[in-house]
């Protein structure tokens, strides 16, 4: 705060000055214009200038010798030195005359002036030696009220506060304000007063209507009374802390002076013995013993108030409480947890399988048996996490669960160093010495989910984490000494493997959840999510009975999902129905039927996948998988006159867009074949659009979805309404086989589809399809094109148009 500005009393300062009030009629006048850096001066206001310009010292003793008048502008640049041009000039300023002027020794001119009034510049009559302009004087606007009356108590309030919280402000300042009969003028002596920016000050100066400049200094002033409340609390806090740390050594010393003269030890002497009590009774490795040796020795040499105290202390907690050598024995009744895991699960028979020769393995060759790293990979809601708490249930071990979903430093894995202030272990070894013991069931959950930026790639500090060679030696930053993981059974989860990098997918045994089929989700419905929710709801006592009916409604219409959640949370809101109704004194909810569900869950949510009503020409339907399962994909083409374009859109990606110019490439390449005239491509645009628009779709299992829509169109042959494809084509019509295959399946059984057009090199991936979706659906294997047209391309009929090329250009209906 520049207090040097404050106003100085006529009195005080010189007694020439004539307090006489500018005049408002008065035309416009020429005047020299003098640029001030940083500083704007209003009118009645006596302020100090400071001019180093020798263009402003010139024009300076040019208005003072010749009598001329002075207009003080500020300039927009406050940075440069350089005399500023006219165009960086404000256009209002203030009319200004010297009380005293004194030339420095240094070459500059100091100079006392008082403000007259604001004045606008007209035009510039002259730009050199220095800037001089037409300039007219600005006249206030003032209406006395009741309003403005107490905008000014408000204001002259403020800054009775402003001057008691700022030391800065002497109290002459409020007395000074106080005595202002004019509110236009208070606006004005308070402005100088407070720290303000430049432009806020010039906003200020340019405001002539009095009530409103007074509002805007209010706004200011109460601005500048919170930053000063701010900073007097800060000051308080900083010395409340000072005085604290001052008083509660004082009164250590004193503890620490009575304890020795009763020989009493310490706090900290306690601590210390304490500590070495732990060490004494721990059985650690060699390495881990050295080195807790060396920190005791350490922290026992320190001074009790040494900040390295806390760092040394909380090191020893970590190396004193991890499960450096306790085991937990392992219960390997295979068929004890072949029961456990079929009493908490159903289905996922893979899995199973694998940890019961697990099992089976330590039991036959304990000393053997290596570390095993497992990754369960399915979508959202199939299991993973929850299997992996009936493993550690059936093993007898201890459970241990981390989440590394948006997990994107390396230190969270592998800590920090110990350099660093508030370091810590990574995740690894906090949960380590959470689980208590040496051989836990580790989950790392989400593994598909972790990130990377400039701290470093976790993934790849996984790597030894994850690999049976490398964990027994793991090293934490944090911990500076190995730690063993190789009796830990780690098991990761992922809904999909893409985002994993190889290395890591490589130490790894991969285990797939597949989404459940709709007999299963009814299974696990009957089994565990009603049971469940009618135990969470409270009603034990009068349980409703769900029909099969309303489970397959509920699975179709009010889910859409590959595992279980979402029916789970369905069944829980028809549950808190139920007890509602028994808190009203309603009668119970007996049954559970397909009529109820719209009755309490509103209608259907998801319409039941369906296939069209009649055969059609140019439109197929192909199957694709997603994260929630298996979906149709009709591929529809239309056949327009034009230049040959082929128009793609549905939003494809770059691998499903170049399927379908593998399509049209063996199409063309069979027209002679098909009786389709070749020249009719250069004729006719194709466009082929996949419904669905918003969601995006990609991969190359439409391509023979693709070619046998672009055949039906080309020839006006329908194809089979009740017949789906899947399968990647290549440019000699060969099919190659896809992923996915089991949601494919089963979607198409929802749809009641009657024949699946399958590649042949897929019959590997059958056995794991269950029986009775193999049963009802009919399945082709193929291996090229041609079989797949004989099979979903029906017989032209006999109304139809000729293929194109002979009898003009078909449309896909």
Request: with cysteine.
């Amino acid at each position: 705060m520049n207090w040097e500005n404050f106003p100085l009393t006529p009195d005080d300062l010189f007694g020439d000055f004539v307090d006489t009030p500018p005049d408002e009629d008065e035309g416009p006048f020429e005047a020299i214009i003098l640029p001030i850096r940083d500083l704007v001066v209003y009118p009645q206001m006596v302020t100090p200038l400071y001019l180093g310009r020798e263009t402003a010292i010139h024009a300076l003793e040019i208005a003072i010798q010749e009598d001329w008048p002075l207009v003080v502008v500020a300039q927009h640049n406050t940075e440069t030195d350089e005399y500023p041009e006219v165009e960086d000039l404000y256009e209002i300023g203030t009319e200004v005359i010297v009380a005293r002027s004194i030339r420095l020794p240094d070459g500059s001119s100091s100079a006392i002036v008082q403000g007259i009034q604001r004045v606008k510049i007209l035009e510039y009559t002259q730009r050199t030696p220095y800037p001089m302009a037409n300039v007219i004087a600005l006249p206030e606007t003032f209406e006395e009220s009741a309003h403005v009356e107490a905008l000014t108590r408000a204001v002259l309030t403020m800054l009775e506060k402003a001057v008691e919280m700022n030391q800065a402000l002497p109290e002459e300042a409020y007395i000074y304000a106080m005595n202002v009969s004019d509110p236009g003028q208070l606006a004005d002596v308070i402005a100088q007063m407070i720290n303000l920016t430049l432009e806020v000050r010039q906003d200020l100066l340019e405001t002539l209507d009095t009530t409103e400049r007074l509002q805007k200094i209010s706004a200011h002033l109460a601005r500048e009374l919170d930053v000063l409340e701010l900073e007097n609390q800060i000051h308080t806090n900083v010395q409340k802390e000072v005085d604290k740390s001052q008083r509660e050594y004082f009164l250590r010393e004193q503890l620490r002076a009575i304890q020795h003269e009763l020989g009493e030890t310490d706090v900290f002497t306690r601590d210390v013995a304490q500590l070495q009590e732990e060490f004494a009774a721990l059985e650690l490795p060699d390495a881990a013993r050295k080195q807790v040796e060396e920190e005791l020795a350490r922290l026992a040499m320190m001074p009790a108030m040494a900040p390295e105290v806390a760092i040394v202390r909380t090191y020893l907690d970590w190396l004193l409480h991890l499960p450096w050598t306790k085991i937990t024995e392992d219960n390997l009744d295979i068929k004890n947890a072949a029961q456990v895991l079929e009493s908490r699960h159903y289905g996922l028979s893979k899995a199973k399988e694998r940890i019961l020769e697990y099992i089976a393995v330590r039991r036959m060759a304990p000393e053997k048996s290596r570390s095993t790293i497992l990754c369960f990979v399915g979508p959202p809601g199939t299991g993973k996490t929850s299997l992996g708490r009936s493993i550690a249930e059936a093993l007898g071990r201890a459970f241990v669960r981390v989440s590394l979903g948006g997990v994107r430093d390396e230190a969270e894995i592998r800590g920090h160093r110990r350099t660093y202030i508030g370091a810590m272990p990574g995740r690894i070894i906090q949960t380590m010495r959470r689980a208590g013991t040496l051989n836990p069931v580790f989950m790392l959950d989400e593994i598909d989910k972790l990130g990377q930026d400039f701290r470093g790639d976790p993934s790849s500090a996984l790597l030894e984490v994850l690999d049976p060679e490398q964990n027994h030696d793991f090293s934490d930053h944090y911990l500076e000494i190995s730690y063993d993981l190789s009796k830990v059974l780690f098991i990761t989860t992922a809904n999909i493997l893409d985002p994993i990098p190889p290395a890591l997918q490589d130490r790894m045994e991969v285990i797939e959840f597949p989404g459940y089929t709709e007999e299963e989700k009814i299974e696990i419905a009957k089994r565990f999510l009603i049971p469940r929710q009618v135990e969470l709801n409270g009603l034990e006592a009068h349980p409703p009975h769900f029909l099969d009916s309303a489970l397959h409604t509920l699975i179709r219409q009010y889910t859409y999902e590959a595992g279980v959640r979402n029916l789970e949370r369905e069944i829980g809101s028809l549950c808190r129905k139920a007890t509602r109704r028994l808190a009203e004194d309603k009668r119970p909810l007996t049954t559970v039927s397909a009529k109820t569900l719209e009755k309490y869950l509103g209608p259907p949510r998801y319409l039941s996948d369906h296939l069209e009503q009649q055969d059609q020409v140019g439109l197929a339907m192909g199957l694709a998988w997603t994260p929630n399962g298996g979906d149709l994909l009709p591929v529809e083409v239309a056949l327009i006159p034009g230049k040959g374009a082929l128009i793609l859109t549905g939003q494809l990606g770059e691998v499903m867009q170049e399927s379908a110019q593998a399509a049209l490439t063996y199409l063309r390449s069979q027209a002679g074949a098909w009786g389709i005239d070749p020249e009719v491509f250069e004729k006719t645009d194709i466009h082929i659009h996949l419904p669905e628009g918003a969601i995006p779709k990609d991969g190359p299992s439409g391509g023979i979805t693709m070619a046998v829509a672009l055949f039906s169109a080309f020839t006006g042959r329908p194809v089979r309404r009740d017949v789906a494809l899947t399968g990647e084509i290549t440019l000699r019509g060969r099919i190659l086989p896809v992923g996915g295959l089991k949601e494919k399946l089963l979607t198409a059984h929802r749809a009641n589809v009657q024949k699946v057009i399958l590649p042949a090199r897929n019959a590997k991936d059958l056995p794991e399809i269950p029986r009775n979706i193999l049963k009802k659906l009919n399945l082709v294997l193929v291996e090229s094109m041609e079989t797949a047209l004989e099979e979903t391309l029906l017989p032209l009929p006999e109304s139809a148009a000729e293929p194109v090329g002979e009898g003009g250009i078909a449309a896909g209906q």
